[in-house]
């Protein structure tokens, strides 16, 4: 079945670090792939999303490309700050099907000033 | 405002005291979902409802009923709680019953059963 792997955390950089946190899917066809975001205390909010091949999504300065090819939705972050400390999670939307999510395990991401 | 609420944030209850998780949306959103989160699993879906009347098992569905009578609520209602229910649990929506959408989720409930 579909699936979602990330990579395990907690990941922890300096400020102003690049980040990258890895995300790849097994899944057919063209899913809908997502990168969601939980800071401490809150419920998730969507951070960026892309529906086709090749297609970059970005938002607050993180960016990720649908990779079809690799199979990857890596999330990259040129110069992280203290409040982008969170934990990431990478989901797809199955093509067909009942639309539901399929979510990875999440990574926390610690930012040290 | 556009928001999902949930009520109560936090709560501590006994085994076999049943209890309900309100969940209510103003977005006039089709799709909601009640997700429960816990260390090392990540999200797991519970239930989930494309529409009024309409609910369907997520994959950790055992323990948990829910109803959807009315378009804004979808409330989460733990029959006989067990202390392997302790978790924080998330309700979401979204617009549509497309997966491509964007799923909005409350702040989440912190629920402790001993």
């Known amino acids: 079945g579909d699936s979602v792997t990330q990579m395990e955390g907690p990941v922890t950089l300096s400020e102003e670090a690049f980040l990258t946190i890895n995300c790849t899917y097994t899944?057919?066809?063209?899913?809908?792939l997502f990168w969601y975001v939980q800071y401490p205390g809150e419920g998730l909010q969507l951070l960026l999303k892309?529906?086709?091949a090749d297609d970059k999504g970005s938002n607050k300065g993180f960016e990720a490309t649908y990779r079809k090819e690799t199979t990857s939705f890596h999330l990259e972050k040129g110069s992280v700050q203290v409040s982008d400390s969170a934990v990431y999670f990478c989901?797809?939307?199955?093509?067909?099907?009942?639309?539901?999510?399929?979510w990875g395990a999440g990574t926390k991401l610690i930012i040290k000033p | 405002e556009a928001q999902v609420t949930q009520n109560p944030r936090y709560l501590i209850t006994v085994t076999g005291k049943k209890l309900t998780v309100t969940c209510s949306q103003n977005?006039?959103?089709?799709?909601m979902s009640w997700y429960r989160q816990d260390p090392g699993l990540g999200l797991r879906q519970i239930y989930y409802?494309?529409?009024?009347?309409?609910?369907d098992k997520g994959d950790v569905p055992e323990g948990y009923k829910v109803s959807r009578k009315e378009k804004r609520n979808f409330p989460l209602i733990l029959e006989s709680p067990s202390p392997n229910q302790t978790s924080l649990y998330f309700c979401?929506?979204?617009?549509?019953?497309?997966?491509?959408?964007?799923?909005?989720f409350g702040e989440g409930s912190r629920l402790t059963v001993l």
């Open positions: 979401a929506s979204r617009k549509s019953d497309r997966g491509d959408g964007e799923l909005f």
């Open positions: 977005m006039n959103h089709e799709y």
């Open positions: 409802s494309m529409n009024v009347e309409v609910t």
């Open positions: 899944a057919t066809g063209y899913p809908s």
């Open positions: 892309a529906t086709k």
């Open positions: 989901a797809l939307s199955p093509t067909g099907g009942n639309y539901q999510l399929i």
